[in-house]
């Protein structure tokens, strides 16, 4: 069976005026302290670890690897699972990811998202520790000594130091999942810019008391004592200083060079495994310091500008970067001895020394954060965990709103052979591999909305929404010197600009929508959702007019233990006939259906409250286990009568509601079923004809990136996932099609080797549900979904032509089956029909953004033009 050739009108939408925020701090989950006997040290390879993203708008992406467990190699790499969005007004200068419990994982064991807790600062006087499970702020406390400009954890996750306004460091005790002010250091008259630990004092075991009950092997299994020595912190007084940790005084104070006699800011600081102090200041230079005499070892004119970030390698490399958009790379070296000599250092190996060995410029702006998977081991006496035949990765970001991924092999590396995990080259020495971005409209996916009845555009920011008309256009046919790549121009008419709304909220938004008739507005924050009835007037114009009392029926909808959270919600969704909405409780997890086809005096009516995602599942359902050729499906009976705001459900069988957070929610073109995933790995099925919950899909290893329903064949749900891969569930017969295996294997191996993931699915409304249109942030391809083995497809770029028109053909006939991957468009930040030939694509341009950025360090050099 072939698909019919198709061609498509395409709006290029570049008139969007949403600005991704910069990046300004970047943090690893940290690895347990490795075992100090050495035939308990593992070389194994462990994983990688969860990537936490800051913000300046107070927003944090929690970012998850997406290559299979005990597998390298990721094309994908990092993807954002969630996002965090912080008080309105309010950023992110510090992050620290830490460990719950170390006692409840092994050494340089990768720990998950729900064994981490992290914990953020933004240039105020207060910490904030968040709950990674319901996205928000969990509690915070005041640091009682001004402005936290700098913060590190223990090796051991045990303690939280801040560097404080006033001069003084503030140890909290992170004991027992607790955040208590412990002690505070003598006071200098400095601010404290930067802080980092040195490596922890590690003591043998007491020896046992002799006696008939010991044993030869007693003291074999008794561990060894960790304990934390001393600290350094950058100030601004031109000065570091190593602080004992048991008195709390400062023992050294190291002087940094000034120019014209102004003080030297010193920004960052980092500690190395075998005591070795590196500080990078705002004069440029990137110093070595010997930490148990305090003097300067060598000293490294890195930089043109301020060095505002240090990350240490596992193996004796540093990389520092700052405003000159420079990352520059440190290695320790052996230094051969001279010539005419045979003689060596007094420790009987050949002296070495810091060398700058390259630089890259990989940012357009200033670089605000570094970070390294591995980090470093503390204890510099036991052997690395990590193996050496695969590549540390660095992450950097900055002011240009991207995350970059560079593999960082030391450059002793080129003797063996190393893999590089983001499979984007052979090389994986830092001076020579290959960077790639992680996409930076990827959070932006969820702020963009389209209404197709009303032709309509909606964008969500931080604290407001702007609404856009397209209108039809007539170009193509009737005018010869149209240019295709041409966007749509307010100029001509194509579009215009018709509401901007500035809310009043607490948090940054979270959700928004607007329904198919553009009669519907709503957005939420963390607390609040605000509806509104879009009225057009006799100008043409349109106004909103806020639904006042909704908070209200939200809040009477809940049960007793969720209202204290608030009328927040995680998602939106309108039913195609705009006359039910659909959202999800923000902190709760609570899924509500309201009817909205009252008269305006009527406030919307509660239908029915869905409880299953704040549930634990009676079933546990693994992908891959069949019952009489179909998957078994979990479901939950307590919850299948209708609920009203005054018959509140039975409580789980825990007494204790389960924490979820909705991630997204898709229904049916005929309104009949509605999907729901959450970040515990669940999808839900709810047949909203008859108010009930229908089944539960097998869990996954990653959560759904995008879901949509077929809208010629309504009871089939496609689920794409971070690796791109693809999965089609029939909702009715509650069964994975036999025949969509053939397609995972044959067609989707294109997929699985881009970088970018996939952001999102669109079908057209009058296709014949033979195809859908996959879409990242960098391409665009067509997914055939016929039960057949002849069903291929592929979606080519158009030759230049008139219009602005997309041609779809299909794969000549006896052509290796594959798909044809567009990345005519980038970056892409939405795709959706209009009509059923009419194709609109929401561009970004990286050149637009950066053009609101102040201007980038620049330094004109002597006899350069």
Not at 305 to 315: H, M, R, S, Y
Not at 384 to 393: A, T
Not at 760 to 773: D, T
Request: proline residues 6%; charged residues 20%; glycine residues 6%.
């Amino acid at each position: 069976m072939t698909i019919e050739p198709t061609t498509l009108s395409v709006h290029r939408c570049r008139f969007v005026d949403y600005h991704p925020s910069p990046i300004t701090a970047l943090a690893f989950s940290p690895l347990s302290l490795p075992a100090t006997k050495k035939n308990n040290t593992s070389t194994s390879f462990p994983g990688f670890g969860v990537l936490a993203v800051g913000h300046a708008n107070g927003n944090i992406d929690i970012a998850e690897w997406t290559g299979e467990p005990g597998s390298s190699q990721s094309p994908q790499a990092w993807t954002v699972r969630q996002t965090l969005f912080g008080p309105f007004q309010s950023k992110v200068d510090s992050l620290v990811l830490t460990i719950r419990d170390t006692c409840a994982i092994t050494p340089n064991q990768v720990p998950g998202l729900s064994q981490l807790r992290m914990f953020s600062a933004g240039g105020s006087g207060e910490l904030c520790e968040w709950d990674l499970e319901r996205g928000c702020i969990r509690r915070t406390i005041a640091s009682q000594a001004g402005s936290i400009w700098s913060m590190a954890a223990n090796p051991s996750s045990s303690l939280l130091a801040l560097g404080c306004e006033d001069g003084t460091i503030r140890i909290l005790s992170l004991e027992g999942d607790g955040l208590v002010l412990q002690r505070k250091f003598d006071r200098v008259k400095s601010r404290l810019l930067s802080i980092a630990w040195g490596p922890p004092t590690v003591r043998p075991p007491k020896a046992a008391q002799p006696g008939p009950s010991s044993s030869s092997d007693s003291s074999d299994d008794e561990d060894e004592d960790i304990t934390d020595s001393w600290l350094v912190t950058g100030g601004s007084d031109s000065c570091l200083r190593k602080w004992d940790f048991a008195s709390g005084r400062v023992v050294e104070k190291m002087g940094m060079d000034k120019l014209r006699g102004e003080r030297t800011l010193v920004w960052s600081v980092a500690v190395l495994g075998d005591g070795t102090i590196v500080s990078g200041d705002s004069l440029g230079l990137v110093k070595f310091w010997e930490s148990k005499t305090c003097t300067q070892i060598q000293s490294f004119q890195g930089h043109g500008a301020d060095v505002l970030c240090i990350a240490a390698g596992p193996k004796n490399v540093v990389y520092t970067s700052g405003v000159d958009q420079k990352i520059s790379e440190f290695a320790y070296v052996k230094q051969p001895p001279p010539l005419n000599s045979n003689t060596t250092s007094a420790s009987g190996h050949f002296a070495s020394k810091w060398v700058h060995s390259c630089s890259r410029r990989m940012h357009s702006h200033d670089v605000r954060a570094l970070a390294i998977w591995p980090p470093q081991s503390h204890l510099n006496s036991v052997l690395p965990s990590w193996p050496s035949e695969i590549s540390p990765l660095l992450a950097s970001g900055g002011l240009d709103m991207s995350v970059t991924l560079t593999p960082a092999a030391p450059p002793s590396s080129t003797v063996v052979k190393v893999i590089n995990p983001l499979c984007t080259s052979q090389e994986c020495v830092f001076e020579e591999s290959y960077h790639r971005r992680m996409a930076f409209t990827s959070s932006m996916v969820r702020a963009v909305h389209v209404a197709r009845q009303a032709r309509l555009l909606l964008c969500m920011r931080d604290a407001d929404l702007a609404l856009w008309r397209v209108h039809s256009s007539g170009r193509g046919k009737g005018s010869a010197e149209e240019d295709e790549d041409a966007p749509l121009s307010s100029s001509s008419g194509d579009w215009e600009k018709i509401l901007d709304m500035d809310l009043n909220v607490e948090t940054n938004l979270r959700a928004s929508a607007i329904s198919e008739d553009g009669s519907w507005l709503v957005a939420a924050d963390s607390y609040e959702t605000k509806l509104f009835r879009l009225v057009i007037t006799a100008s043409g114009d349109y106004k909103p007019r806020r639904v006042r009392d909704f908070s209200t029926v939200i809040q009477s909808s809940l049960p007793s233990a969720s209202r204290k959270h608030g009328s927040g919600a995680s998602t939106f969704t309108f039913s195609p006939d705009s006359t039910r909405l659909i959202m999800s409780t923000a902190l709760s997890g609570h899924v509500l259906l309201f009817d909205l086809s009252g008269s305006e005096e009527q406030p919307p009516r509660l239908l029915r409250r869905f409880d299953q995602h704040t549930q634990a599942p009676t079933t546990r359902v693994v992908k891959g286990l069949k019952q009489n050729g179909a998957f078994s499906m979990a479901t939950d009976s307590d919850a299948e009568e209708a609920v009203s705001s005054d018959d509140e459900p039975a409580a789980p069988a825990s007494g204790k509601p389960l924490q979820a957070t909705v991630l997204r929610t898709v229904v049916s073109a005929d309104g009949q079923w509605l999907a729901s995933t959450d970040n515990r790995l669940r999808t839900h099925i709810f047949n909203l004809d008859s108010m009930m919950h229908h089944c539960i899909l097998p869990s996954f290893a990653l959560p759904p990136s995008a879901m949509a329903f077929n809208p010629n064949v309504a009871d089939l749900l496609v689920l794409t996932f971070p690796d791109n891969t693809v999965q089609l569930f029939n909702v009715e017969t509650q069964r994975f099609p036999s025949w969509t295996s053939e397609l995972s294997t044959s067609l989707l191996k294109r997929l699985t080797t881009l970088h970018d993931t996939i952001l999102g699915i669109s079908f057209s409304p009058a296709s014949s549900g033979g195809h859908c249109l996959l879409w990242g942030s960098t391409w665009l391809c067509k997914l055939p979904l016929q039960n057949a083995a002849s069903s291929e497809g592929e979606l080519r770029r158009p030759k230049r032509r008139q219009s602005d028109e997309m041609a779809v053909v299909p794969a000549a006939e006896g052509e290796a089956a594959g798909l044809k991957v567009v990345t005519h468009y980038r970056p892409i930040i939405a795709v959706d029909f209009l009509a059923s030939a009419e194709l609109m694509v929401v561009e970004r341009p990286m050149v637009d953004v950066l053009a609101s950025l102040p201007p980038a360090y620049f330094r004109h050099k002597y006899g350069r033009s």
